[in-house]
């Protein structure tokens, strides 16, 4: 933990790559497995986490138990930010889906820095702002898509987030219960959406891992082109 003994103030980090390494250093640094609970919706925050290694999942659960997956993270994510900030609870569930090593981060840590580090302060508040956005985003599309157009945002932000350069042949090695929950649709109708488009030569299924073959027709069908009447 950073603490100030003298009667200065000491801020031991200026950047957040120098308060990882710091943590690390500290020990503060977990090895789980896939499907390990980072925490649980409704646990008191505590602490953030970064994932140094690996993917972890953040969803909520209906009073039907359907599962609708609020976002997906990976290497150089943040998770926990939002109930740290408001100093209340989780609010929602964080569960590693590819084994992980996480960085956690105490909230007596993140104090002490944003009370002598406005640079620290504004790089965290940029990080929040984004997060809610991405979030909001989502809800707005779970709300208003139709079901083909829930399944092809879900496989475009999955593909966008765990290939940021783009690179080609990249497969989604995903489980379908939850790509299912990142669209908001049941597994079921996911599957039927899945052969669909691989029917119409928009991705393709290796082995269960999903491979985009067409980006620009899955855009079109997010951004209501009817592929299947032939206008390209």
Request: glycine residues 6%; contains cysteine.
């Amino acid at each position: 933990m950073i603490s100030d003994e003298a009667d200065t103030p000491i801020n031991p980090v200026s950047t957040i790559d120098e308060l990882l390494r710091m943590q690390i250093e500290e020990g503060n640094l977990m090895h789980l497995k896939k499907k390990r609970i980072v925490y649980n919706e409704g646990k008191s925050a505590t602490s953030i986490f970064y994932v140094l290694k690996g993917k972890v999942k953040t969803s909520k659960w209906n009073e039907d138990g359907k599962e609708l997956i609020t976002g997906l993270y990976h290497e150089g994510d943040f998770i926990g930010f939002q109930a740290l900030m408001e100093g209340g609870r989780y609010r929602e569930t964080a569960e590693v889906i590819e084994e992980a090593e996480l960085v956690f981060i105490s909230r007596e840590d993140l104090s002490f820095l944003f009370q002598y580090n406005t640079a620290f302060l504004l790089d965290i508040v940029r990080i929040l702002t984004r997060n809610i956005a991405d979030k909001q985003e989502q809800m707005l599309r779970m709300a208003y898509s139709s079901l083909r157009k829930k399944v092809g945002e879900a496989l475009l932000f999955t593909y966008q987030k765990y290939n940021p350069t783009g690179e080609e042949e990249f497969s989604l090695n995903i489980s379908r219960c939850n790509l299912a929950a990142i669209a908001g649709v049941a597994k079921e109708s996911l599957i039927r959406t899945l052969s669909d488009l691989r029917d119409e030569h928009i991705i393709q299924i290796q082995d269960g891992k999903i491979v985009i073959y067409d980006i620009h027709k899955l855009e079109r069908i997010i951004y209501n082109d009817d592929i299947r009447s032939g206008n390209e």
